[in-house]
């Protein structure tokens, strides 16, 4: 093989890995944008409903925001996440596997503490031409299930706004009920004897 074919071969390694690299930085801005959209709406309507002195929220606003709050996080949580952990371990994968074959080509190979994590990712070294496993080493065809640390960060932060949201209404809710139990002017009957006026008047009959 003559340096121009290795010189090609190189150029074409580092526009493949750097082709991975921008798709992972690409999904990753997507994924932060969905989910800062989805805190700054549930942040909007806690703040909204705290706001909206005007509006009196009933125990149907209570469900229907708690119902509309859970699709939203199962949609969120069972298939938008999973979806992108998928993809990014895709991509990651494919960025070593590039990576390891421009490294051979190159001569020069990372030492093995700064090297991928031991994640059974496919390299040069465990693969064949045809991009089937060849035996060495772990078996990169599988992979990991669950949901990345930052995912199920950023699923905590959403499960979290929504609670401020629903549990905005519900206080509103509450303090209506507070104020209609307690309302100036109502009159309780103790006994028969006692008669007790919320305007601090307290007659004996």
């Not at 071969?9 to 526009?15: D, F, I, L, M, T």
């Not at 494919?94 to 074959?101: F, N, T």
Request: glycine share 8%; proline share 3%.
């Amino acid at each position: 093989m003559n340096g121009d074919d290795v010189t090609w071969q190189v150029e074409a390694y580092s526009k493949l890995a750097e082709s991975a690299r921008d798709r992972f930085k690409s999904r990753r801005e997507m994924e932060w944008r969905v989910s800062l959209a989805l805190w700054s709406a549930f942040g909007a309507g806690f703040v909204g409903v705290l706001t909206a002195r005007s509006w009196e929220p009933s125990w149907w606003d209570i469900l229907g925001a708690f119902a509309l709050s859970s699709i939203i996080i199962c949609i969120y949580a069972f298939a938008w996440l999973p979806y992108l952990h998928d993809r990014g371990q895709r991509e990651i994968h494919q960025g070593i596997y590039w990576e390891s074959h421009l490294q051979n080509k190159l001569g020069i190979h990372l030492p093995q503490y700064a090297g991928p994590p031991a994640n059974n990712c496919a390299t040069a070294a465990n693969t064949n031409a045809d991009g089937s496993f060849n035996g060495e080493g772990s078996d990169p065809r599988k992979l990991h299930g669950g949901l990345h640390r930052a995912l199920w960060l950023q699923l905590s932060v959403t499960i979290f706004f929504a609670c401020l949201f629903v549990g905005a209404i519900s206080s509103r809710v509450a303090f209506k009920m507070t104020n209609e139990t307690t309302a100036p002017g109502s009159r309780v009957l103790i006994e028969g004897n006692v008669e007790i006026d919320s305007v601090s008047k307290i007659k004996t009959k």
